[in-house]
C-alpha cells in the first residue's frame, strides 16, 4: 500500500503525466549538473526538490501499520530514542536515497516510523523493516544489522561508529518496559539499555564489559583500565559516548 494524502484525488492518467515529466526533467538535471561536479549538498537539494514535485505518495514507499501510542508515562520516560518529536533525516529504502523525511525511532518496538509531510491528521507510518537498510537521525547513522546469533540475539537497527578502518562499533538501543501504579492510573516508564558488538577485520565481537574489551586489545590493557577508572561517571551517565570515546582513545 502507497502512502496516500487523505481527500486527495488524482486523475491517474494525469498524474503519470506529471511523474513521468519529471523524470525526464529530473534526468536532464542530473546529466547536466554532473558534468559540472555537483557537490553532495547540491545532489541532496536536488533529490528534496524532486520528492516535493513529484510527491511522497509517488515514492517506492510501501508502509506496515500505522503507528500507535497509547502510553501513559511517567516523568517523561517514553519508547523513542529521543523525544516523542519527528527529526528530519534520511533514510536508504529499496535501494534508494530518500532525505529530508520527518523520521522517529521507536526503540522499544524496533520500528522506524515516518510521518508524511503534509498530513493534516496525526497520520504516522511503521516502515517495512526489511526494505530499510539504514537511516540517519541527527547524523547518527543506523543500519539494519544481522550479527551472528553467538554474539547478539537482538536484531535490527543498530547505530553505527566508524572508529578506524578495519574498526566499526555497533550499537544497540532499547528500551524496557515497567508499569507503575500511581492513584489508581497505570502508568508505564521505558529505561534505557543497550548493547555493543565490534566488527573488527571482518569479525563480530559483543563488548559489553572491560574484559571482553582487553581480549580484544591486550595491549591497551593498561589505557583501558584508565579509562573505566577515571569515566565512571560518564560510563553511568552515557554509555554509548563512553564506549565511543574509550575505543577512539586506544585506536
Known amino acids: 500500500?502507497?502512502?496516500l494524502k487523505q481527500?486527495?484525488?488524482?486523475n491517474p492518467l494525469k498524474k503519470n503525466q506529471k511523474k513521468t515529466f519529471?523524470?525526464?526533467?529530473f534526468g536532464i538535471f542530473l546529466s547536466f549538473s554532473s558534468s559540472y561536479c555537483q557537490t553532495s549538498s547540491e545532489t541532496v537539494s536536488t533529490y528534496n526538490w524532486f520528492d516535493t514535485k513529484i510527491g511522497v505518495e509517488s515514492l517506492d514507499f510501501e508502509n506496515g501499520p500505522a503507528h500507535l501510542n497509547f502510553d501513559r508515562i511517567n516523568n517523561n520516560q517514553n519508547r523513542y530514542y529521543i523525544s516523542e518529536n519527528f527529526e528530519k533525516g534520511s533514510i536508504r529504502y529499496n535501494n534508494q536515497d530518500y532525505f529530508d523525511l520527518l523520521l522517529?525511532?521507536?526503540t522499544?518496538?524496533?520500528e522506524l516510523i515516518l510521518k508524511p509531510y503534509g498530513e493534516s491528521n496525526t497520520t504516522k507510518i511503521n516502515l517495512i523493516k526489511e526494505n530499510v537498510s539504514s537511516f540517519k537521525i541527527r547524523n547518527e547513522n543506523f543500519v539494519n544489522l544481522k550479527t551472528p546469533n553467538s554474539i547478539s540475539s537482538k536484531k535490527g537497527f543498530y547505530e553505527e561508529v566508524l572508529i578506524k578502518n578495519s574498526i566499526t562499533l555497533f550499537i544497540k538501543h532499547y528500551k524496557e518496559k515497567k508499569k507503575i501504579n500511581k492513584t489508581?492510573?497505570?502508568?508505564v516508564e521505558f529505561a534505557p539499555k543497550y548493547d555493543f558488538v565490534l566488527l573488527k577485520e571482518?569479525?563480530?565481537?559483543q563488548i559489553?564489559?572491560?574484559k571482553e574489551i582487553i581480549l580484544l586489545f591486550p595491549n591497551d590493557k593498561k589505557k583501558i583500565n584508565d579509562f573505566y577508572s577515571d569515566y565512571r561517571s560518564l560510563k553511568k551517565d552515557n554509555p554509548p559516548l563512553f564506549m565511543k570515546n574509550l575505543l577512539k582513545s586506544i585506536n
Open 208 to 210: 559489553n564489559d572491560k
Open 1 to 3: 500500500m502507497k502512502i
Open 22 to 25: 519529471y523524470l525526464i526533467l
Open 108 to 110: 522499544y518496538n524496533d
Open 104 to 106: 522517529n525511532y521507536d
Open 202 to 205: 571482518n569479525k563480530f565481537y
Open 184 to 187: 489508581e492510573i497505570d502508568l
Open 7 to 10: 481527500n486527495q484525488t488524482t
